[in-house]
């Protein structure tokens, strides 16, 4: 059968298969599962997209005001079922895949609570992570958009944190605000608790400097800086 010939879901799954990275780090392959696929330009695939969400994510998708927002909606959610499938390890279809979410935002597989489920986007492409023994969080930033990134980093970052993006603001700031947002999912939150919850020390291997003590401690986390040429993307795992 040819691609172009395949159900919307099966055409789907082969092109999410041919064109996704793994970018689980290879300190954390034992920990959880990481996956990158580009955003797509090309109008079949956001049709497609549309054709395997519910009722309610299409609704969703038409509050969008311009149409490259609604592809782009479309494409996070098939992504995202895309992930569900593989994190089953099972043949069922996209449309089967049901994600139901948390009063936080947090989203989880309605047949399969335990696993724990992450996801990001920016305009280059999505990120999606899953792991069945662990807790994490996952995100992805494009560093080239415009940031009052010194008086951000002042404002709501630890004083050390601060410091290093003064000294270099950009890719610095985004580094530390992937590893927070990652961080702040891997414990079921958002950025409503604060970026000051979890302080990093970047280098030369990053790590959890503070974390809060009703998790834990930073003991109890392992963080990494991931990404591509056009990206900052960051994995926490919560071990304990």
Do not use: N
């Amino acid at each position: 059968m040819t691609l172009a010939a395949k159900s919307d879901a099966d055409w789907l799954d082969q092109r999410y298969s041919d064109s996704v990275r793994d970018w689980t780090p290879a300190a954390a392959q034992h920990l959880a599962c990481v996956r990158y696929v580009p955003v797509s330009r090309d109008p079949e695939a956001a049709r497609r997209c549309a054709a395997v969400l519910s009722p309610a994510e299409r609704r969703a998708a038409e509050r969008f005001l311009s149409v490259d927002d609604q592809a782009l909606f479309q494409q996070r959610r098939a992504f995202r079922r895309w992930c569900g499938a593989r994190a089953l390890g099972s043949v069922l279809s996209l449309t089967q895949i049901t994600f139901e979410e948390t009063a936080k935002g947090r989203p989880y597989l309605h047949d399969a609570p335990s696993i724990w489920f992450s996801f990001s986007g920016c305009r280059h492409g999505f990120l999606g992570a899953w792991s069945s023994s662990h807790a994490i969080g996952i995100d992805i930033e494009d560093p080239t958009q415009s940031v009052e990134a010194t008086d951000l980093a002042r404002a709501f970052f630890a004083e050390a944190e601060a410091k290093a993006v003064s000294q270099a603001p950009a890719g610095t700031f985004f580094q530390l605000w992937t590893l927070k947002e990652a961080a702040l999912k891997s414990i079921g939150e958002g950025l409503p608790m604060g970026l000051d919850a979890f302080e990093f020390d970047l280098g030369p291997t990053v790590r959890v400097v503070a974390a809060p003590r009703s998790h834990g401690g930073p003991e109890q986390f392992k963080a990494f800086s991931i990404g591509g040429k056009d990206e900052r993307a960051a994995l926490v795992v919560r071990i304990g």
